[in-house]
């Protein structure tokens, strides 16, 4: 089976990555739960040596999502934070990071609490205004690190705009993808250089995995990855590999429901009495709609709305059936979350003041259910 190089998205997602088993014929990669390789003689061997530095499973994950994202190769870790910390060592002492000022919470801890110490630095700013993202950059600045949407406010970078921005000053430019997946957005085509995820999200889509890859489009990068994986050790497992390639088989088929539910939610949620703002890139009242519509093929099944004070948010969650309160997101089942003191808990009250993350905010998680049935829990939760 050889894809053609013109294969579409969906096939890409089905196929790339993928041979029968050598051995058997098998059409599913097997989970080569191994830890060694027999070797025929003495550096006689099949590539594999020993499974922290190669595994068949996560070989065919890693090829999977490269072509997936458009970049060279990928490296799998054990979680979305495990890529993040790998993609970090491409620094060095006395570097400086641009990110996100929205970005995730467990990125920021990262950053601040352990990096710091090694004598990195990082200056948030809001990565959507140019301005601001080029006053942020130093003499010493050798990485502009950028989600897009943001988790939980939904705002939006121009990931072409930054990125010429980022190449003019010789800076790499990262994207953590995780929030839109690359069905709906490819930073690569507009020119990001490191591409990341956390698979646990919509790559892997079943909620059953703890993952992360980053994907290369340079060869030194490529070839430090591919060093500190095996060096480091954070390796992600060959059960997780296959579960996460089970993942991206449905991976464009699932996301046309998440966009389909997002959209719904949002709709309905934007005429309710009770709730007093409601922020996805899908809705024509998004500050950024006409850049999300350049930018992504499909708006997601993110959303976040207003309930005015912390009591109404913390009541939405308590009085949902059917969308169940957790953290984490991007699963077929839907999902509620209070981020300020659930996933954004880490992040210091003044900086969730400065970024407009309040403690009147719900965040919901658009599974692929019925939309009819996640819009009559919201009323009901919601009367
Ligand atoms: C945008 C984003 N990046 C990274 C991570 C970290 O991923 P993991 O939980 O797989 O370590 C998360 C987790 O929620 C996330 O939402």
């Keep these: 089976m050889k894809l053609r190089d013109d294969a579409r998205f969906s096939t890409i997602c089905i196929h790339a990555g993928q041979e029968p088993d050598p051995s058997t014929g098998a059409i599913i990669t097997p989970i080569y739960q191994t830890s060694t390789y027999v070797q025929e003689a003495v550096g006689r061997h099949k590539g594999f040596e020993y499974a922290r530095t190669q595994n068949p499973t996560r070989l065919a994950l890693e090829r999977n999502i490269a072509a997936i994202e458009g970049g060279k190769a990928a490296y799998a ?24 000022d929205n970005t995730y919470g467990g990125t920021f801890r990262l950053f601040e609490k352990v990096l710091r110490r090694y004598q990195l630095s990082f200056t948030y700013v809001d990565t959507s205004c140019l301005d601001l993202v080029e006053a942020a950059i130093r003499p010493e600045t050798r990485m502009l690190f950028v989600e897009t949407p943001t988790n939980p406010v939904m705002r939006l970078t121009d990931l072409a705009a930054v990125s010429s921005l980022a190449r003019r000053h010789r800076i790499k430019l990262v994207v953590d993808n995780t929030f839109a997946s690359p069905s709906l957005q490819r930073p690569i085509e507009f020119g990001a250089d490191l591409v990341i995820h956390s698979t646990t999200k919509y790559l892997n889509g079943h909620s059953d995995s703890i993952g992360g890859i980053v994907v290369a489009t340079h ?10 994986q095996n060096t480091a050790g954070a390796i992600l497992s060959p059960m997780d590999s296959w579960l996460i390639l089970r993942g991206t088989k449905t991976l464009a088929l699932r996301m046309a429901q998440h966009n389909v539910n997002g959209m719904a939610l949002a709709e309905y949620l934007n005429g309710h009495a009770k709730v007093k703002q409601v922020l996805y890139p899908g809705l024509p009242s998004h500050p950024q709609h006409e850049l999300a519509k350049r930018q992504m093929r499909g708006f997601g099944g993110m959303l976040t709305f207003d309930v005015g004070n912390v009591e109404a948010a913390f009541d939405v969650c308590k009085r949902v059936r059917l969308m169940a309160l957790a953290e984490s997101l991007g699963g077929v089942e839907t999902l509620i979350s209070h981020p300020a003191s659930m996933t954004h808990a880490s992040v210091p009250p003044a900086q969730r003041a400065k970024i407009g993350l309040t403690d009147s905010l719900v965040r919901i998680s658009a599974g692929i259910e019925d939309p009819d049935d996640l819009i009559d829990d919201l009323k009901q939760a919601l009367s």
């Design 77 to 100: 870790f054990a979680s979305g934070m495990a890529a993040i910390d790998a993609i970090t060592t491409l620094l060095e002492s006395g570097d400086h990071v641009v990110v996100t």
């Design 219 to 228: 060869d030194e990068d490529s070839e430090s990855l591919k060093f500190i």
